[in-house]
């Protein structure tokens, strides 16, 4: 059974920084994990997403902020997030794909807030 569990989430101030990461058990590797957000009200969107292979993808509003990066060996994807803003304030879910065609593995989400 695939599982995915995220940490690292947690209050920071505007400006600051946090890394979460995202621990995959159950399988044996992975085609592509990414990380994804849904603040209050609005629609869960792509943040993130880095390929077995190393590509990766980013939502314009985090591009130059944020860097996603896995280890193959521990199944672990990492998003580290720099110079945080108020509207980066969301709960963050770690996707795991194991295949083009796989399901969607979702873990259960760690909330991220930005305030001062």
């Known amino acids: 059974q695939v599982q995915l569990v995220e940490s690292g989430g947690g209050l920071v101030q505007p400006g600051g920084s946090l890394t979460l990461s995202c621990a995959a058990s159950?399988?044996?590797?992975?085609?592509?994990m990414g990380w994804y957000r849904q603040a209050p009200g609005k629609q869960r969107e792509l943040v993130a997403t880095?390929?077995?292979?190393?590509?990766?993808n980013y939502a314009d509003s985090v591009k130059g902020r944020f860097t996603i990066s896995r280890n193959i060996a521990k199944n672990t994807a990492y998003l580290q997030m720099l110079s945080l803003k108020p509207e980066d304030t969301a709960v963050y879910y770690c996707?795991?794909?194991?295949?083009?065609?796989?399901?969607?593995?979702w873990g259960p989400g760690t909330q991220v807030t930005v305030s001062s």
């Open positions: 996707n795991a794909r194991t295949g083009p065609l796989s399901p969607n593995y």
């Open positions: 159950g399988i044996i590797g992975f085609y592509v």
């Open positions: 880095i390929t077995s292979g190393g590509n990766t």
